[in-house]
């Protein structure tokens, strides 16, 4: 089976989220990679170095480089003559492309995959990850999307692929891209940080989030992270969110500051290696997941562990 | 400008899903059934760019069983002004009701379809988009903003590194996110007056759309669950498990 990937890349960097993909795809059969955008010369260079990459696509064009999904869909569709399966990362740009070249092929998707039980059989979670369904599909060609945190890495380095240019249908006028607001931050990515910090709404405010939450993970050199709660109620950007409808991260440490654990929350970091809690109501959810917990005020002991540590 | 809003009538977002000891599927016998939420939202967004003047007629559809009217009565209390059920006891996957949907635009002509970005059964995610692609209509997915300029929408969408606006011109397709708005709640004489609102009822056999399903479902099991840790009584303490754990120095 030949698989072909969609490659994450932001400002001409390639993104994590593409390499847990691979190691998907690599369970399909042979990896070909697809790189689009505008000047994406430096990012095919780096998906050509990914271990076990046969090929790597570029397309190469003005009209591909926001990842509108008018634009990149068809690209897809029509690279998809030659390949049997199409995967992407469960990012909100692989969410927002895959089932749009789906639809134009006519097949169902498989979203958000855990695991390739075989060619055409994947696990996947429904109900905010209550469940674990195994699906089947019939379609001929697969469109799958990949829970990052459910898949190794392949190796970045190590892959000597071919490179080849392809070309698209171009801007289809339907959309385009006005601007973007993107938090830049000297701390590591959420979704592939080996510690996080996560704040809830025991928090109180946003000065009280940042005041107490950020020195914690600098000393710590961890990512922030929030629950929906502490979202909602304007104490974290919305690009802070762990849960279900966020982020699902796996981090090696999740530190879960004044946070209850409401069920969507839990799902998108209970595969996390250790889980802390520390909360002032012992009956809180979020202690029935935690490997290490402390019943306390946040606003004594979050001082004193960032100035411990 | 008419507005398309497609809702499902799901598990209550507060009802925590029990796995069927079979492994069928989940247990959703006497359980308390809801719209699902990022569907209350789309209603809403519908219902206050009718009130901006912005629009001229909601139409709310469902697909699904005949208790799917009591999601389309929800949405009709809200504020939508008609609706359609597509009525089928089938699980009609995303594929299947995007190409319903795409029947449906295409007699009713709405300039803008406004989706929950994904329902929170099967949460696939997909609808949306699918339909997007199947009408050749632009897409802003995730929406945390709407706003309507003529004969084009801005879309501020949620993405993984903060947010992100899109322009398409209409007829447009819009995916909700949580933060877009707050649903109303809708009053008493608005439920009243919606028991008189228009539902026509339909079967997908009336669009001629084949709705056989292309993922077989083998079986569903509960997740794998972590069994609580040890609580520790002081900062000290903890301090001594996170370097047991080696990830910190």
Same mark, same amino acid.
């Given at each position: 089976m030949k698989t072909l990937v969609w490659v994450e890349h932001e400002e001409g960097q390639l993104k994590d989220a593409t390499l847990s993909a691979v190691t998907a795809a690599s369970k399909l059969g042979e990896v070909h990679l697809l790189v689009a955008g505008q000047n994406v010369g430096d990012v095919g260079a780096q998906a050509a +170095?990914?271990?076990?990459?046969?090929k790597v696509h570029v397309a190469d064009d003005a009209a591909f480089a926001h990842g509108l999904a008018e634009n990149v869909a068809p690209l897809i569709a029509g690279l998809m003559d030659h390949h049997d399966a199409f995967l992407a990362p469960s990012t909100t740009t692989g969410k927002n492309i895959a089932p749009r070249v789906a639809a134009l092929l006519d097949v169902m998707q498989i979203s958000?995959?855990?695991?390739?039980?075989?060619d055409d059989t994947f696990t996947r979670p429904i109900y905010a990850g209550n469940a674990i369904a195994t699906v089947k599909s019939s379609d001929s060609k697969k469109v799958i999307t990949v829970r990052g945190t459910a898949f190794e890495k392949a190796a970045a380095e190590g892959g000597s692929a071919q490179v080849e240019a392809v070309s698209g249908t171009?801007? +289809?006028?339907?959309s385009s891209f006005v601007g973007q607001e993107v938090a830049h931050s000297e701390r590591p990515e959420l979704t592939s940080a080996n510690i996080i910090v996560s704040g809830g709404?025991?928090?109180?405010s946003s000065e009280q989030f940042h005041a107490l939450i950020d020195p914690l993970a600098d000393k710590l050199g961890a990512a922030v992270g929030a629950s929906r709660a502490a979202v909602d109620a304007g104490y974290?950007?919305?690009?802070?969110q762990v849960g279900q409808t966020g982020k699902i991260v796996a981090p090696g440490i999740y530190i879960a500051i004044g946070i209850s654990g409401a069920i969507q929350h839990l799902a998108g970091?209970?595969?996390?290696k250790v889980i802390v809690a520390i909360n002032k109501?012992?009956?809180?959810?979020i202690f029935q997941v935690a490997d290490i917990g402390l019943v306390g005020d946040l606003f004594k002991i979050v001082p004193e562990l960032t100035e411990k540590l | 400008m008419k507005l398309l809003v497609p809702v499902k009538r799901v598990i209550d977002y507060n009802v925590k899903p029990r796995v069927k000891a079979d492994g069928t599927g989940v247990d959703l016998a006497n359980v308390k059934m809801s719209m699902n939420p990022f569907d209350e939202i789309a209603v809403e967004e519908a219902i206050r760019l009718k009130e901006k003047g912005l629009a001229t007629e909601i139409v709310a559809v469902s697909i699904g069983p005949a208790k799917a009217q009591e999601t389309l009565r929800t949405a009709l209390a809200m504020g939508a002004d008609r609706a359609i059920l597509v009525q089928t006891d089938a699980d009609v996957e995303p594929l299947a009701v995007a190409k319903l949907l795409q029947k449906i635009v295409e007699e009713e002509q709405p300039q803008l379809v406004i989706l929950g970005k994904?329902?929170?059964?099967?949460?696939?995610?997909?609808t949306g988009q699918m339909l997007g692609a199947l009408l050749g209509w632009g897409q802003g997915t995730f929406a945390s903003k709407v706003e309507v300029d003529g004969q084009a929408v801005s879309v501020t969408r949620e993405v993984d590194g903060g947010l992100e606006t899109v322009k398409l011109n209409l007829p447009a397709i819009v995916t909700t996110d949580l933060r877009l708005n707050e649903p109303r709640y809708a009053s008493l004489p608005n439920i009243m007056k919606a028991k008189s609102k228009l539902l026509a009822q339909k079967t997908p056999e009336d669009y001629g759309v084949?709705?056989?399903?292309?993922?077989?479902?083998l079986k569903v099991v509960e997740p794998s669950k972590r069994q609580a840790g040890v609580k520790v009584g002081s900062v000290d303490e903890l301090i001594d498990k996170l370097r047991e754990t080696g990830v910190v120095g």
């Open positions: +170095k990914i271990a076990g990459v046969g958000d995959i855990l695991s390739v039980e075989s171009g801007d +289809k006028g339907l709404r025991a928090l109180g974290a950007p919305n690009d802070y970091m209970k595969d996390s109501d012992e009956d809180a959810p | 994904q329902a929170i059964d099967d949460d696939s995610n997909q084949d709705i056989a399903p292309r993922l077989s479902i």
